[in-house]
């Protein structure tokens, strides 16, 4: 069992940068695939970021490319998602979610999920 907490979302205006933070419970963390996934309004939870287990391999979703960037401590239990040269069209609610995966950008593939941390990006 995982529980996963994020935090860091917040009100941005566009251009600006956010870091997410999600903190898991559980002493086999080091074994999971950790992604991280959004929904905005009235839209499908879609994926973001995916980091393997081992921190080596990372998935992004086109449009975030060059922008996010995913980043992993097992030493501290945590993932991260750096987000940097926001939009407006950023603007959801930011899961994280854990995968016995080796790594996956398939939502359902994820057996963990956080409760989500709200990220506003305003024009």
């Known amino acids: 069992q995982v529980q996963l907490v994020e935090s860091g979302g917040g009100l941005v205006q566009a251009g600006g940068s956010l870091r997410l933070s999600c903190a898991a419970s559980?002493?086999?963390?080091?074994?999971?695939?950790m992604g991280w996934f959004r929904q905005a309004p009235g839209k499908e939870r879609q994926f973001v970021a995916a980091?393997?287990?081992?921190?080596?391999?990372?998935y992004y979703l086109d449009s975030v490319k060059g922008r996010f960037t995913i980043s992993r401590d097992n030493a501290k239990n945590s993932v991260y998602l750096r987000m940097n040269s926001l939009k407006p069209e950023d603007t959801a609610v930011y899961y994280c979610?854990?995968?016995?995966?080796?790594?996956?950008?398939?939502?359902?593939?994820?057996?963990?999920w956080g409760q989500g941390t709200q990220v506003t990006v305003s024009s």
């Open positions: 559980g002493r086999t963390f080091s074994s999971y695939a």
């Open positions: 980091i393997a287990w081992s921190g080596d391999t990372t």
């Open positions: 979610a854990a995968s016995r995966t080796i790594v996956t950008m398939y939502r359902y593939e994820y057996d963990y």
